[in-house]
């Protein structure tokens, strides 16, 4: 047995809570764009959680729904260097990485509240949405199951040759499932196009990282030789940093890559936990130092953005957000039939 | 416009809550994120946080009052440039979430609908099949020629037949591949996969880790990606390491998806027991798959219903768990030549027809029900022996119009009695043939035991011929 057992666990690595010292830098007007498009798409997922969780205050979306709000630099770094062939595939905190897909507002907010215009047709719900047309293959209520569905992406990817690649999201509590090392094991055999993304927002429903995991969750591919990362996930440009190398890497034909994206919540695990294992400070110093979209906001404003155009983002959004929300009511809930419908695909004799 | 805010519900079980305390008061700016009170919810004290910007204007509940209903307005919130004097009417608008309900009941309204594959109004015929079946209806399937496809037959073990099966079907479509345990170099734990990594490549064929879960979740993917695998469990006690993805991930996403998306895969792998190997290698699963709605669950018993079966799974574009036996591989029977056969799932067969009792197996359970109807032969008992095939969806038709005709029904099964097979057939007769029966419908199934090890125990756990003889003399009253 190796004497280095011994060592004592490194305290995890919380995300900084240093405002970034990078500038943009990016005087050009590409540069320009690309921080106009993130603050768009990041301000884009956080109005639309923000309605959600409206909707569901009045009853409209019942059941679990799992908001995204804070960790909006996560996906939108990391699905800004995807290419169109690349698959998708996450836990039940969905919503943010449906939108940043491209699948349709409309249709998401419609399935939350279980009308018939909604994704799954209304039999889904918030948990439970694909779509093939944008390659967002769930939505998965099993903790722990995306991942190995993820895999199996990507070994479809490798052998309908396609250059495509997969991108497995999971929390960090995901990430003690069995079958997450299992497929570790297995995507690094057989050199599987896979991008593992582990959002750590530092808590598994209530349970803190450091009480859960041992170890650091980027660094439980070495044994199998995949190469892991650690990110700091209120910077939207650093993500994308890494998820391109990352994905530039897994795309060469070198097999997976782990991503370790340090995030965090600003909401409770689901609409009703009240997140009394953490503390208000530490809450409000997330929102107020670190939010990935004040610090692109103020990027903005730095490269000369005037209020009122942000204003006007703002409420170019909130248009788009009201109007899902409103066709959310609107659509009607699905047929009784529908209750038997789509149990299996009818094979004709 | 001055607008409403409510009182939210904050879990899904919430109606009414507590207003503790509100943390903003009348004229304080709010943007939207910022917490304004604290409520009491059914289960714990909440935050509510407000959504849109604008100045508080009217609290109208007080802080402390208790029982305040979900969705009632608990305070207004007005625009910039609002004043005061500009609230009107304080009772809430709510807007209900409308129902199709009414146009259920009215059947000439209108349904609205997004697209054109909706399933039928209300008061339209149904002629799907699955629909059907999900509701209960017992339903006469299509004609099938069987006979037809043994007009040109080898001899072959159930063995060769599931390799060949497989082989036909890979030739036939590259989507199709064979991943598990030793499948590939090894040739198959029971020799099923045998010349199949030869023919087809490591591509094609593949050795995976001892990771049940995590390749069956794999493989679910890797159907969701266009892919049709076959995943061989070694047998189906370990494929109970899988059981989360072959019911949550194969079996129920195509409803999650609102027919969207789906799963065409085959699970298969021996089933059942074997010999003296004990309680955990030695158990049927058919009870617990067909349990399941969104899984099809198929148990061959001879070799042309092997290759039948497994063809017309691999072609199917639903999850199915495939149920074969280690003690059937070796055996051998006739099966049709033509790349053509394949047995429609769904469908039993009458192996023995007979018009005294009606038995009913699946699986290595019909050849001892064939071997029991002989030896009933010789006591002057004509027995009708059904060979189920498929478990779900099950033919109900075909064991009904055999009740009807007979009277009586024994039903064979390895498993154990509880829920299981037998049950569900004791409850299909009670509900469509009760007027038919003579006697009380009869399982015949294992023991209510783990499997035991010694070679006398295990012998007494498993149904033999004689015991299908004792049960079928039973409801005929023969002693």
Known sequence: ?349 | MPTNILMPALSPTMTEGNLAKWLKAEGDTIESGDVIAEIETDKATMEVEAVDDGILGKILVSEGTEGVPVNSPIAILLEEGESVDDIGDTSAAVIPAPSNDDAAVDVSAPVVQSSSDVAQAAGTIIENRDILYAQGKVIEPPPFDEASFFTDTINQTVRDALRDAMAEEMRADDRVYLMGEEVAEYQGAYKISQGLLDEFGARRVIDTPITEHGFAGMAVGSAMNGLKPIIEFMTWNFGMQAIDHIINSAGKTLYMAGGKLGCPIVFRGPNGAASRVGAQHSQCYASWYAHVPGLKVVAPWSAADAKGLLKASIRDPNPIVFLENEMMYGQSFDVPTSEDFEIPIGRAKIERAGADVTIVAYSIMVGKALEAATELAEQGIDAEVINLRTIRPLDRWTILESVKKTNRIVSVEEGWPFAGIGAEIAALCGEHAFDYLDAPVTRVCGADVPMPYAANLEDLALPKPKDIVNAVRKVCYAD
């Open chain 1, 1 to 349: 047995m190796a004497a280095s057992k011994t060592k004592k666990k490194p305290a995890p690595k919380k995300p900084s809570q240093k405002a970034s010292k990078k500038t943009v830098g990016k005087t050009d007007k590409a540069g320009l764009e690309q921080l106009k498009k993130f603050y768009y798409d990041m301000l884009m997922i956080r109005r639309f959680e923000e309605k959600a969780g409206q909707l569901y205050g009045m009853g409209l979306i019942g059941g679990f729904c799992h908001l995204y709000i804070g960790q909006e630099a996560v996906v939108t770094g990391i699905s800004s260097v995807q290419e169109p062939q690349d698959t998708v595939v996450t836990s039940y905190r969905d919503h943010a990485h449906m939108l940043a897909c491209g699948m349709d507002p409309k249709g998401i907010m419609a399935e939350l509240t279980g009308r018939i215009d909604g994704y799954s047709r209304g039999k889904g719900g918030s948990m439970h949405m694909f779509s093939r047309e944008k390659n967002f293959f769930g939505g998965h209520g099993i903790v722990g199951a995306g991942t190995s569905i993820g895999a199996g992406l990507g070994f479809a990817h490798k052998y309908k040759g396609d250059n495509g690649v997969a991108v497995a999201y999971m929390g960090d509590g995901a990430s003690n499932q069995g079958q997450v090392a299992e497929c570790y094991n297995m995507a690094a055999l057989w050199d599987l196009p896979v991008l593992f993304v582990i959002e750590n927002n530092q808590y598994g429903m209530g349970t803190s990282v450091s009480r859960s995991s041992a170890g650091q969750l980027y660094r439980r591919g070495e044994g199998y030789g995949i190469p892991g990362e650690q990110v700091d996930g209120m910077d939207v440009f650093a993500v994308q940093k890494a998820a391109e190398q990352a994905l530039g890497y897994i795309r060469s034909g070198s097999g997976p890559y782990i991503l370790e994206v340090m995030t965090y919540r600003y909401r409770g695990h689901s609409m009703s936990d009240p997140a009394k294992y953490r503390s208000k400070e530490e809450v409000s110093t997330m929102k107020t130092e670190r939010d990935p979209i004040t610090q692109v906001k103020d990027m903005l404003q730095k490269q000369g953005i005037e209020e009122a155009e942000l204003k006007q983002i703002d409420k170019d959004i909130k248009a788009i957000v009201g109007a899902a929300a409103e066709f959310a009511q609107v659509s009607p809930e699905p047929h009784v039939d529908e209750l038997w419908t789509d149990i299996l695909v009818e094979v004709q004799d």
